[in-house]
């Protein structure tokens, strides 16, 4: 019953260090995302993916890039880690249409110093 | 574009109290609604959405939300609420149709509930 998987949960890297964030989904979801979650500003969306080979940009996708892969994996990475995103990132994945739920992993909080 | 407002960034309920968390949202069209919430160090979960049909939508804890057309809103409720409510809770609006990118979530409102 993993439903989305985060790993790592927890990271801590240098300026200017870069990284990758996995996500995985098991339930065969289309659609899947990432968000980053800063105090007083909510979940805003980095990068999407509507299928295996596609993504987009969301509402903040600079420092970012990504990639899917495989259907059930979609990657976060950040090539020069800045101190301006130490966050909290979330994935989720999605079937389809709007009105399906969308599923969220467990989170990974990533400090950058 | 769509957009959601929750006024209240900080509300705090004695246990058994009863609670209402604002959301309000804007949208030209009708919009698919949703509740989420985030335990501390965990991801969201989904309350309950709306969609269409019946304005008053049941989720899972004994939550509640009403769907006002006329005040573009879409308000949580609780009758009686207990310790292991307190959490971050997220409105969230949707555009009708597939796009991928069409969810918004408000900046969340923290509940504290006192013993």
């Known amino acids: 019953n993993a439903g989305v998987t985060q790993t790592p949960k927890f990271r801590v890297l240098k300026t200017g260090q870069s990284m990758t964030l996995l996500c995985a989904q098991d339930?065969?979801?289309?659609?899947m995302y990432w968000y980053r979650q800063d105090p007083g500003m909510g979940l805003r969306l980095i990068h999407y993916?509507?299928?295996?080979?596609?993504?987009a940009k969301g509402e903040v996708p600079d420092g970012y890039n990504v990639s899917r892969l495989k259907k059930q994996n979609f990657l976060l990475g950040l090539e020069s880690a800045a101190p301006s995103q130490t966050s909290v990132y979330f994935c989720a994945s999605r079937q389809g249409a709007t009105g399906n739920t969308i599923y969220f992993g467990e989170g990974s909080w990533l400090t950058v110093v | 574009a769509q957009s959601v407002t929750q006024p209240d960034i900080h509300i705090t309920v004695s246990e058994g109290a009863s609670l209402e968390l604002r959301c309000n949202y804007s949208?030209?069209?009708?919009?698919?609604l949703f509740w989420y919430v985030q335990s501390p160090g965990q991801g969201l979960q989904l309350l309950l959405k709306y969609f269409s049909g019946d304005t008053l939508v049941q989720g899972i804890k004994g939550f509640e939300a009403e769907f006002k057309r006329s005040q573009s809103s879409f308000n949580l409720r609780k009758p009686s609420v207990h310790w292991s409510d307190a959490a971050e809770y997220f409105c969230a609006v949707g555009a009708q149709g597939t796009g991928a990118n069409n969810l918004f979530f408000g900046t969340g409102t923290r509940l504290t509930v006192i013993p």
């Open positions: 993916s509507v299928g295996e080979g596609t993504t």
């Open positions: 949208y030209g069209a009708t919009p698919y």
């Open positions: 339930m065969n979801h289309e659609y």
